[in-house]
């Protein structure tokens, strides 16, 4: 991938993309998306050759080594295309643009993405992995590039108008549905619609929704535990629990070091896609969290403490920030580094702790992937703390051991957007678990994002190597202050509110289409072939979801009636989208809990921070799961505060005092931590 050994470097020299810098001598003369690559493309009048990928991805390094760095191939390319590669973890606008279009045209997408556009940018042929020769069913990369250069000489017309045809689709699709003007807010009824097709679709025996490929479906999950608390239908949290467990003992959950791998590739959650994304750390974090409030389930607990160790040694800058993924391949293939074989835990354990281990964990001959060993606990659950307890100084042996092998690969980029789901990550575990350093996480990287990607009111995408880059898109706004608003409610700094308001009103000056819905990208963003909205999760939430659900909270903690009006039309013109394809807005469904005034939990805890009781107080609160909560914490001795949810809160006979508020209604306040767990628990 960047073997310099005779090779010149081509312009993708000086990127800080990981990804990019793979490619950068490559004998392919890629460029970097931008003006020079277009005009240069309109200049000699030959079609562009599109490739989008990122850094962790397995199939796109293959592509690369069989096709890009193929002296012939890379000829072929540069003598009659303008070859452009962009890492879609910067240009999600690109990706989701060229995807779109692609899947339109064949079917199926995924990475690499290989597309063939008209020099004004209009696709008209593309594609994902082509082999170097004709195999598999598919054209050989070779035949293909000489077939649409035959096609770009002799039928351009042709070309022309399908290019315009695919276009003027995408443009549609991206139009606001008139259907939207007027209707009332998602709620209730949409949610219990996706609830049923969940169940519908549900793997009884391994959990998760439909056959392998399996993703972990955070949202669905979510979905279905805000629904079990709304109902108190047991089925509901049967899909929760039984789901997360199968992950949590698969392969798909690294057993040794923690954290989660992108998919699974078969229906038993045993054999990953190894390539972890920051991202499906931040999603499942959470889930676990509420599901450990509603069943106490140590196992759950276990997950997330592991999996926050895994980013916090491995995906973390030294100055906080997080970084983007690890690659699935080291040495050339893909899964080395995580597998194993009987031999090598006896001989790091010892014989007695190693066949322990390898019973466990269902290392044995032949092993399940490729002649090793991805260890699982398929033949049965770590139920109790006292076998975790048993196993962890193993799992620690092992885990040094494993450091001495050749690492995966590091995307080292610091992603606005991913970094803010993290920082809520961290933030609710520290309030389910009450660990400092996850808090401390939590802090860490929302200063590194807001010193290094935040310039006045704006955000940037990416930073790397200390550059800051990209005008930011509707997730990063949005993720970013959700982030901000858990860490609010985690840690009580005000500037952390201040700060996700001022970013929540960006979003509506910037991003709004007009309807209650947003745009993905902002009202000054560089002209590309279309502006999409953002609506349906994919493998993160919809922005306009998140944008939904922040405004929301923040209207609580505010008592900001434009807030709440702007969370409430969000939630009213995506609902002909959600009544279309429920379980695609599932992040849109649970925003919409906090529009029901019913399910809101408002709570107040007044008491000097030291105390043993503002301690006791704030830990009920946070112990038990609510769908929709806003948490507030001052001490009266600092003086007033002048949060509406705090006006006029004060100690009850000397001591910390807690009040919740629910429906329009307050509760007598309180004093006892048990009197507010029984106040939280009804209904």
């Known amino acids: 991938m960047t073997d310099t050994v005779g090779r010149r470097p081509n312009p993708l020299a000086g990127q800080t993309s990981p990804y990019l810098l793979q490619h950068q001598f490559n004998p392919v003369d890629w460029y970097p998306w931008g003006p020079e690559a277009l005009q240069k493309a309109k200049a000699e009048n030959k079609p562009i050759f599109l490739s989008i990928g990122y850094a962790a991805c397995h199939w796109c390094h293959v592509m690369e080594r069989e096709s890009f760095e193929n002296d012939a191939i890379a000829a072929a390319l540069n003598a009659s295309f303008v070859a452009i590669k962009v890492d879609r973890e910067e240009r999600p606008d690109l990706d989701e643009i060229y995807m779109t279009a692609v899947q339109s045209m064949t079917g199926q997408g995924g990475w690499p993405l290989n597309v063939f556009l008209t020099p004004e940018g209009k696709p008209f042929y593309g594609g994902t992995y082509f082999p170097p020769e004709d195999r598999y069913g598919r054209p050989g990369f070779p035949t293909l590039l000489a077939a649409i250069n035959d096609a770009w000489t002799t039928r351009r017309d042709e070309i022309e108008v399908s290019a315009s045809e695919i276009t003027s689709r995408l443009e549609a699709g991206s139009a606001v549905p008139t259907a939207s003007v007027g209707n009332h807010p998602v709620g209730p009824k949409e949610t219990a619609r996706a609830a049923a097709e969940l169940k519908a679709r549900f793997d009884a025996t391994w959990g998760g929704f439909g056959p392998a490929p ?54 038993s959650w045993l ?37 926050l160790d895994f980013v916090r040694r491995e995906m973390t800058s030294p100055d906080g920030g997080l970084y983007a993924s690890l690659d699935a391949d080291s040495e050339g293939h893909e899964g080395i580094f995580y597998v194993w074989t009987p ?81 809520s990550a961290f933030a609710r575990a520290y309030d389910a678990f009450g660990r400092e350093e996850d808090l401390t996480s939590a802090r860490r990287a929302a200063d590194f994002v807001l010193g290094h990607l935040a310039k006045g009111d704006r955000l940037l995408v990416s930073w790397r190597d200390g550059k800051a880059h990209l005008n930011a898109y509707l997730d990063d706004y949005a993720f970013l202050a959700r982030g901000l608003v858990d860490l609010y409610e985690s840690g009580f700094d005000r500037s952390d509110l201040d700060r996700a308001a001022a970013l929540t009103r960006s979003i509506l000056s910037r991003f709004g289409d007009g309807h209650g819905g947003f745009h993905f990208t902002s009202d000054d963003h560089e002209t590309i072939l279309a502006r999409t909205r953002s609506t349906y999760d994919d493998a993160i939430p919809a922005g306009s979801a998140v944008a939904a659900e922040t405004l929301l909270r923040l209207a609580l903690h505010l008592d900001d009636a434009a807030f709440r009006k702007a969370g409430l039309a969000t939630l009213a013109a995506l609902r ?41 107080l704030l830990a009920a609160a946070r112990a038990r799961y609510i769908p929709a909560q806003a948490l507030e914490w001052f001490d009266p001795a600092a003086g007033p505060s002048d949060l509406p949810m705090l006006e006029g809160k004060t100690l009850s006979g000397g001591k910390p005092t807690a009040y919740v508020c629910r429906n329009y209604a307050c509760d007598k306040p309180v004093t006892d931590p048990g009197e507010l767990a029984k106040a939280l628990a009804r209904r």
Not at 220 to 236: F, I, N, S, Y
Not at 607 to 612: C, K, L, T, Y
């Open 576 to 616: 002909p989208i959600a009544e279309r394809a429920p379980t695609g807005c599932a992040t849109l469904l649970n925003a919409s809990a906090y529009a029901e005034r019913e399910m809101v939990v408002e709570i107040a805890i007044a008491g000097p921070v030291e105390a043993v009781g503002t301690r006791g």
């Open 214 to 267: 399996k993703f972990p479906p955070h949202a669905g999950l979510a979905l279905l535990l805000r629904e079990h608390a709304r109902t108190g239908d047991p089925k509901m949290l049967a899909m929760v629990t039984t789901t997360l467990d199968r992950m949590a003992e698969g392969g798909m959950y690294d057993q040794i070091g923690g954290g989660f791998s992108r998919y699974s590739t078969d229906e």
């Open 343 to 423: 031999g090598e835990v006896t001989a790091v354990l010892g014989a007695n702790d190693g066949a322990q281990f390898c019973a466990t964990y269902g290392i044995q001959l032949p092993g399940n992937f490729e002649g090793k060993s991805v260890p699982n606990l398929m033949g049965g659950s770590l139920a109790d703390e006292a076998a975790i307890a048993r196993l962890a100084p193993m799992k620690a042996k092992l885990l040094a051991f494993r450091g001495k092998r050749v690492r995966p690969a590091t995307d080292d980029k610091v992603l606005t957007a991913w970094n803010g789901l993290m920082i």
């Open 271 to 307: 054999v990953p896609h190894f390539e972890k994304m920051l991202y499906d750390q931040a999603l499942l974090v959470p889930v676990y969290v509420d599901t450990w409030r509603v069943t106490g389930k140590p196992l759950y607990q276990s997950v997330v403490l592991e999996t």
